[in-house]
């Protein structure tokens, strides 16, 4: 035991709720409990950072007529900042050293007016505040209430009934796109938000951040004057800080985040959100390998409060929960002021080829007419594509050599832009090579397509549209994004391309039309959940066109017309498309009807890897079997892609009723087998990527 030589905080960083669910966390995920207190304590307050002081200048009284005709005359600079702070008529104040670089005064016109009582000085808190600085702000949102239809308005009342109950509860609010969940949440965090309570706010994307934030912003600040703050892994340590402080002390009551910011430190919580709860990012790939959704449900579950999952197109997961009564289902089938779901189009690309139809490798006829029809009614388009890059790979014509990453078992993707082949998994770059490496033919041609492919062709075929494309190889500024998006906003872009960073979340009411490539992308993954992705993936993505007052239309573009993911998701068909996946997921054995734990043995030696994961299995098989009687383990196998940064893996599964305990046992397990000190194993509970 050590003496304490400081207190870096003059509050506990962690209330015993946080504690519980760290300890619940440690033992469900499998996860170390120093990494899970280090996630929920932002590195800020460990370095023990603390809040800054500033001199603040405000103003203090008017100045008379004869008073402003004097500064003018003989004290110009005073007059300057006088006009500046007398008509910006802030509360808060601002900050003497920023403003007078700003307005290129001297500190000395600060002290002249203050020894005229025109301003006052004083020291106070500099608070860091992001997304308060007007880019893709909330100008463009308004502040007022709207009017709820009979859908929305049962819906919020049940959330409301259970909110006043002030017991724990978990709905699912399924809602078409389009629907108003929004405005739904916002009538239910009104009511949290009674007596002093607060509320955490879960998107899945940071990108999603900024607007959300304008909107609650827009509507809880304005009205009601409570502190909204932003928490996720893109802000600065002094913002991080400020967002933590502002939540531990109460000057703050409500927290948007992405799933980092399930562990806020919000006082007295009523009410957690996980809007779009179906997608993927909401799972952690590092460790701890947590599910912000889940952990979500149990913080809501610690502190008695209200959790509300809302999506279009739910998990089968939270559809199951509700079929059985351990969620409460709220369903809305319309979109807000009687507004139409988008015609959605499906293109057979076979056909397409075949006919010779298309004008490029990309767009189909159909699709390019759309296009143009849009811009010359002056209206917008998004194109989605989830694939970066320019091309999909190297392919030789004489050989059949593919470029593949030395350091991964994936092929380079061809970046046109860069002049570059480049891996997704690892980002290792070569140059593009002028002759096959393998037999120097100098055949060698690009597949598949990306984003640089669709913009460089869309540049190429409507000359007159302002195109801009978003995706991570585009957004790497900070900011970036959120300007994007507002200039798309306010109309100074006709065609947005991007990947999944456009696909969901965001309204552009003068969209209306949206445009799927390759939209059959996801349904080749080798992952029991393809199906239920693609069939999200094109519902989500269409679900932008037609949010404005004018209809929308959807173009799919895909070799696989009459896959059932499609064929649902061009009807709209959630109920079915559930129904006849569960049913295939109940036959089967995989989740929701169990949990799954997927076991990956990597290591730089191949043949110990694979040595190790057999020798693992024949160890555990007999212990497991005896405790665990209906256990499946499934393995070892080769990972769907054997090699990451120089890595082998091989994976083991296990499909279990009973995730804590198996947990439990597979922990003490893996104390007891000898290891090879240079390959690690880990544990993912309920895995989402299994790729």
């Known amino acids: 035991m050590k003496f304490v030589q400081s207190i870096e905080q003059p509050f506990p960083v962690l209330s015993p709720e946080l ?6 966390m440690e033992q469900y995920y499998a996860a170390g409990l120093p990494e899970i207190l280090e996630l929920m304590i932002p590195a800020a307050v460990r370095k023990g950072m603390r809040v ?9 009284r008017r100045a008379t007529p004869e008073e402003m005709a004097e500064l003018r005359r003989r004290a110009p600079q005073q007059a300057k900042l006088y006009r500046f702070i007398a008509d910006q008529s802030s509360r808060d104040g601002f900050v003497k050293a920023e403003l007078c670089k700003r307005l290129k005064v001297s500190t000395a016109a600060v002290s002249g007016l203050v020894k005229k009582e025109l301003l006052r000085e004083f020291q106070g808190r500099l608070e860091r505040e992001a997304y308060n600085d007007g880019i893709a702000g909330g100008e463009h949102v308004q502040a007022v209430a709207h009017a709820l239809n009979a859908e929305q308005q049962a819906a919020a009342d049940s959330l409301i009934k259970s909110l006043s109950d002030g017991c724990y509860r978990t709905h699912l609010l399924q809602g078409v796109t389009g629907s108003g969940k929004t ?9 949290a938000l009674q007596n002093e309570g607060g ?20 509507r809880l600040e304005q009205e009601s004057g409570v502190k909204v703050v932003v928490w996720h892994s893109h802000l600065s340590d002094g913002e991080r800080y400020d967002a933590w402080y502002a939540l531990a002390t109460g000057a703050a009551r409500v927290v948007v985040g992405a799933r980092s910011a399930i562990f806020a430190p919000v006082r007295n919580l009523r009410l957690i959100v996980v809007d779009e709860e179906h997608e993927p990012a909401f799972k952690q790939e590092e460790s701890p390998r947590y599910h912000g959704r889940d952990v979500a449900v ?3 579950f610690l502190q008695r409060c209200l959790c509300v999952l809302g999506s279009a197109t739910p998990s089968l997961e939270s559809v199951h929960n509700a079929s059985i009564g351990k969620y409460r289902l709220n369903v809305m089938r319309q979109r807000v002021v009687d507004r139409q779901l988008p015609i959605m189009h499906v293109v057979d690309m076979k056909r397409e080829v075949r006919g010779k139809g298309q004008k490029s490798g990309v767009f189909s006829r159909f699709l390019l007419d759309r296009l143009q029809e849009r811009l010359e009614r002056k209206e917008q388009s998004i194109l989605f594509i989830n694939r970066r890059g ?10 059949g050599h593919v470029e593949m990453c030395e350091h991964c078992a994936v092929s380079m993707t061809h970046h046109k832009a860069e002049g570059l082949l480049r891996c997704h998994m690892c980002g290792a770059e070569r140059a593009v090579p002028r002759h096959c490496p393998q037999c120097q033919s100098p055949d060698i041609h690009y597949k598949g397509s990306g984003t640089q492919k669709v913009e ?15 995706d991570a190889d585009t957004m790497q500024k900070r900011h970036l994004f959120r300007t994007v998006l507002d200039e798309f906003r306010k109309g100074k872009i006709d065609i947005l391309v991007g990947t999944q960073m456009i696909a969901k979340g965001l309204d552009f009411p003068n969209v209306t039309l949206v445009g799927l490539i390759d939209a059959d992308i996801s349904l080749h993954l080798p992952d029991f959940r393809a199906s239920e992705r693609t069939f999200q993936l094109l519902v989500q993505v269409a679900g932008r066109a037609g949010r404005g007052d004018q209809p929308g239309e959807v173009v799919v573009q895909t070799f696989l017309p009459y896959a059932p993911p499609v064929q649902f998701a061009r009807r709209q068909d959630f109920d079915d498309f559930a129904l006849e996946e569960l049913e295939l997921r109940k036959q089967f054995g995989y989740p929701p009807y169990r949990h799954i734990i997927h076991h990956i043995i990597r290591g730089t030696n191949e043949d ?21 009687p209906g256990i499946e383990i499934r393995g070892p196998a080769p990972c769907p892609i054997p090699k990451i940064k120089n890595l082998y893996r091989f994976q083991v599964w296990y499909f279990t009723d009973n995730v804590s305990r198996l947990v439990a046992e597979l922990q003490q397990l893996r104390s007891q087998f000898q290891w090879d000190p240079n390959l690690a194993n880990v544990l993912d509970v309920d895995a989402v990527n299994l790729i």
């Open 19 to 24: 504690l519980d669910l760290a300890h619940w």
């Open 199 to 218: 509320a955490i706010f879960l998107v899945p994307e940071v990108a999603l951040t900024p607007q959300t934030v304008a909107r609650l912003r827009a």
């Open 52 to 60: 800054q002081e500033r001199t603040f200048i405000a103003l203090s």
């Open 183 to 191: 405005e739904v949440y916002l009538q239910v965090l009104r009511a």
């Open 608 to 628: 110990k890897v694979v040595w190790y994961s057999e020798q693992w299995v024949k160890f555990i098989e007999p212990r497991l079997q005896a405790s665990f």
């Open 390 to 399: 320019y091309d999909a790979s190297l392919n030789c014509q004489q050989c």
């Open 298 to 300: 149990y913080r809501s």
């Open 456 to 470: 460089d062709i869309a540049t190429k075929l409507l000359p007159k549209a302002r195109i801009v494309r978003i």
